[in-house]
């Protein structure tokens, strides 16, 4: 067993972001006292904001609400740019003692200053419904309206102002900390090949390989690297569980889902609505699973061969490559979003090789409206990773267009943050598609694909049942076990993958470094969401042809300024409808019966 096969890509060793736009000339070129020069403006200026509105906000007319909504943005966007530049440069180099520090001091002062601005919120939910109505109703208020409404949706778990300053104060020294335990642990991870230690998330890419011993191997060492800091992790996992146990029941919520249903303006009668539709088609992945064990020529998968290629396609793709197809694909698209894409790769504004230390996976960070979005990627020149790329350059065109809206409506709750990503994601897929010449190359990236909704829709709602599982069991029973968590995600798995997939002894404990866990409670589920979401947008697209780019941008230019009905009814999808979710389940099904006939047409089956 080796380690991956590497390619000569000079280019994309310089694909490192350039950070300091964030700091915006603060510190006079010395970063960490840009930060500190930031984070005290910020205080000085929630200091003067608490002096003026505090106790106040039951007198406040609408020209005072407009006044001090800007003023608030203004001191969370300064804030805002410090908390960012500490955040990815930790994200790059999580080993440096220095990044470590940086975010700690971050956290401490971004904390204190949350902390003076408490008293709006809670006030702001204090006021009587006729009076908040009269107040939403002023001029000027557009860049803040959707935000003031939703946060009067907290009202019945809201704690008192002392309270309140209190948990926010204990959360560095909380479940800030167990947070930043558990992704430095797994960022250290590294899995020791026959060449060498690499990185877990380089390791991980072997399980893509066409041949079946070096994937037995690789996950055999990956279970390996995962098991010295098993027990901290779980550790940590646990104390994460307990404290939202806590928290949960101080605020009076119903159940571990309840908080992140709010947050995402989803109901849990449509929450569960999704999660009931993916578990009844559960079959769709089997049936693939299936298939991709005849191509094998398998009597059955094991966990380790799910990701396995179908085909002899082992092609690697520069980066040069990489970012011709993608820019190619949105700009054929739409003129705007291929000129947003563009400066991205014209910019400092990613991040791209695998380096020691730095955090696994990929992210776009938002930022703040004023400055521009950041990507982090760990391109290992697989094809998976050109969609990738395409995913979070979704993401990227996103913020920069929702941007627009200010920074209170910036973002969209997480079961549209996945909309933009995916639908680019999608793009790219058909661009890649239109050009295979072959039933085997068609058959190479229909599998890609489907194993991409498999993952994002099927695999997530997997996911949910384990975390619903473990904070369940936490609630009910008390601490878990290594084993406890090991056999709840055992569980969650083979319900999944029923007789489809053997799930071996070893992977019981990969669970253990997925970071949504322990870093956002329940998050998991809106990748489904916005998987399905967006597919139903892209049918759209197939349906309307040339002009649909147009309402399409204007979503993702309203960012969050709407509910995510009025966001789906902009490019026609109805987020009310109960078949929305089987809609999207059968764009899936279709996408496998492609890939079926191709299979066929290839003389595979």
Avoid at 162 to 179: H, M, Y
Avoid at 320 to 335: L, M, N, R, T
Avoid at 488 to 502: C, H, I, K, N
Avoid at 510 to 519: D, K, N, Q
Wanted: aromatic share 8%; proline share 4%.
């Amino acid at each position: 067993m080796s380690a991956p096969e590497t390619v000569s890509d000079p280019e994309l060793q310089e694909v490192a972001w350039d950070l300091s736009d964030l700091l915006d000339g603060a510190g006079d070129g010395d970063p960490q006292a840009g930060v500190d020069a930031l984070l005290a403006q910020a205080q000085e200026r929630a200091d003067a904001f608490a002096a003026t509105y505090a106790g106040k906000l039951g007198e406040i007319d609408g020209a005072g609400l407009v006044a001090a909504m800007r003023e608030l943005a203004e001191i969370e966007e300064i804030a805002a740019r410090a908390g960012t530049y500490a955040h990815l440069m930790f994200s790059v180099d999580t080993q440096s003692p220095a990044n470590g520090a940086l975010l700690q001091r971050v956290e401490e002062k971004g904390t204190a200053i949350e902390t003076k601005l408490l008293f709006f919120h809670l006030e702001w939910a204090a006021l009587d419904d006729a009076k908040a109505e009269e107040l939403l109703a002023t001029d000027g208020l557009d860049f803040a309206r959707h935000h003031l409404k939703t946060a009067r949706r907290y009202r019945p778990h809201l704690l008192s102002e002392p309270e309140e300053r209190i948990l926010a104060e204990k959360q560095l020294s909380g479940r800030s900390a167990w947070v930043r335990l558990f992704e430095e642990q797994t960022a250290a991870i590294t899995v020791a090949l026959e060449d060498g230690e690499v990185p877990l998330d380089a390791a991980l890419s072997n399980l893509f390989h066409p041949d079946r011993a070096v994937r037995q191997d690789v996950a055999e060492r990956v279970t390996k690297a995962l098991e010295p800091g098993l027990r901290t992790r779980a550790y940590a996992f646990n104390t994460l569980l307990a404290d939202k146990m806590t928290d949960d029941r101080l605020r009076n919520y119903p159940h571990w889902l309840a908080a992140r249903n709010l947050s995402n303006e989803a109901s849990d009668e449509s929450v569960q609505a999704l999660v009931d539709a993916v578990r009844s088609r559960y079959e769709l992945p089997r049936r693939w699973y299936r298939l991709k064990a005849q191509l094998l020529g398998l009597d059955k998968l094991a966990d380790y061969d799910r990701m396995a290629a179908v085909t002899q396609d082992t092609e690697k793709i520069a980066w040069p490559q990489a970012k011709e197809i993608v820019q190619d694909a949105y700009s054929s698209f739409s003129d705007e979003l291929g000129g947003i894409v563009a400066k991205f790769f014209a910019q400092p504004w990613i991040d791209g090789p695998v380096r020691p230390g730095k955090r696994g996976g990929a992210f776009c960070s938002y930022g703040v409206p004023s400055a521009h979005p950041y990507v982090l990627l760990n391109y290992t020149h697989l094809r998976r990773d050109v969609l990738t790329l395409a995913h979070e350059l979704g993401h990227g065109v996103h913020a920069v267009l929702g941007g627009t809206q200010g920074v209170f409506h910036m973002a969209t709750p997480l079961t549209l943050a996945e909309t933009a990503s995916v639908f680019g994601e999608t793009l790219v897929f058909g661009r890649l598609l239109e050009a295979s010449p072959t039933p085997e190359s068609r058959l190479s990236l229909l599998a890609e694909s489907i194993e991409g909704s498999i993952a994002t829709v099927f695999r997530q709602i997997a996911m949910n049942r384990f975390e619903h599982l473990v904070h369940t069991h936490r609630r009910e029973t008390g601490e878990l076990s290594v084993d406890d968590f090991g056999t709840f995600w055992t569980q969650s798995q083979e319900e999944l993958l029923g007789d489809a997939v053997e799930v071996t002894e070893g992977y019981r404990s990969w669970w253990s470094y997925v970071p949504h866990f322990v870093a956002s409670p329940g998050y998991v589920y809106a990748y489904a969401y916005g998987q399905l979401l967006a597919l139903a947008v892209y049918g759209r697209y197939e349906e309307e042809g040339p002009g649909f780019e147009a309402d399409y941008v204007n979503l993702l230019r309203a960012g969050g300024s709407k509910s995510p009905e009025e966001l789906g009814a902009i490019v026609g999808v109805d987020l009310a409808d109960p078949g929305f979710w089987d809609k999207g389940l059968d764009l899936v099904e279709r996408k496998l019966e492609q890939a079926e006939q191709a299979a066929r047409d290839a003389g595979r089956i």
